[in-house]
Antibody, heavy 112, light 112 residues
Framework: QVKLLQSGAALVKPGASVKMSCKAS????????VSWVKQSHGKSLEWIGE????????NFNEKFKGKATLTVDKSTSTAYMELSRLTSEDSAIYYC?????WGQGVMVTVSS | DVVLTQTPVSLLISLGGQASISCRSS???????????LHWYLQKPGQSPQLLIY???NRFSGIPDRFSGSGSGTDFTLKISRVEPEDLGVYYC?????????FGAGTKLELK
């Protein structure tokens, strides 16, 4: 079955960057867009952007342009998201998703 | 951005009862290709969202027929009949017709 396995929680300092991973299994990785979604504590969901593993094409929510970078490694069926210049506003849970299947989420805490 | 307004914010339902959640869009969700990309998710406590209904009224694999979706244009409804304990959590609508994808603020279903 489709599985998306995300990397572990991260504690990072303000101004730093964090890179998280999403390893796909159970389907042909290059055939489906992978999206990333942010969920701030106790709040709703925000779409960050998406990447098509076959070509590396990306689409972003304007709000996250310059904040998020999306990449893939086709050899390992893994998608990555890097968040830069972190502030307390970036503290949240981040999910990767194929829309019909979701990763377990990565909790990112930005604190000095 | 498209704004999805979900009502009510919370629902207190007895076991075996029926719940109805509304999702109203700030603009029509009919895509130029004729499809309507309005989906429903349930996020159970401590879990990732799970897909219930896609494109207004199609139940995802494994979703019981107690869940049904309807609507068109800007007004959509999710109905849950014969509510069971495993139905508790926060329900979100998501639109993918217009860029960026946007979610409703969520409706919390609790047992009376």
């Amino acid at each position: 079955q489709v599985k998306l396995l995300q990397s572990g929680a991260a504690l990072v300092k303000p101004g730093a960057s964090v890179k998280m991973s999403c390893k796909a299994s159970g389907y042909t990785f290059t055939d489906y867009w992978v999206s990333w979604v942010k969920q701030s504590h106790g709040k709703s969901l925000e779409w960050i952007g998406e990447i098509y593993p076959n070509s590396g094409a990306t689409n972003f929510n304007e709000k996250f342009k310059g904040k998020a970078t999306l990449t893939v490694d086709k050899s390992t069926s893994t998608a990555y998201m890097e968040l830069s210049r972190l502030t307390s506003e970036d503290s949240a849970i981040y999910y990767c998703t194929r829309w019909d299947s979701w990763g377990q989420g990565v909790m990112v805490t930005v604190s000095s | 951005d498209v704004v999805l307004t979900q009502t009510p914010v919370s629902l207190l339902i007895s076991l075996g009862g029926q719940a109805s959640i509304s999702c109203r869009s700030s603009q029509s969700l009919v895509h130029s290709n004729g499809n309507t990309y309005l989906h429903w998710y349930l996020q159970k406590p401590g879990q990732s969202p799970q897909l219930l209904i896609y494109q207004v009224s199609n139940r995802f694999s494994g979703i019981p027929d107690r869940f049904s979706g309807s609507g068109s244009g800007t007004d959509f409804t999710l109905k849950i009949s014969r509510v069971e304990p495993e139905d508790l959590g926060v329900y979100y609508c998501l639109q993918r017709t217009h860029n960026p994808d946007t979610f409703g603020a969520g409706t919390k279903l609790e047992l009376k």
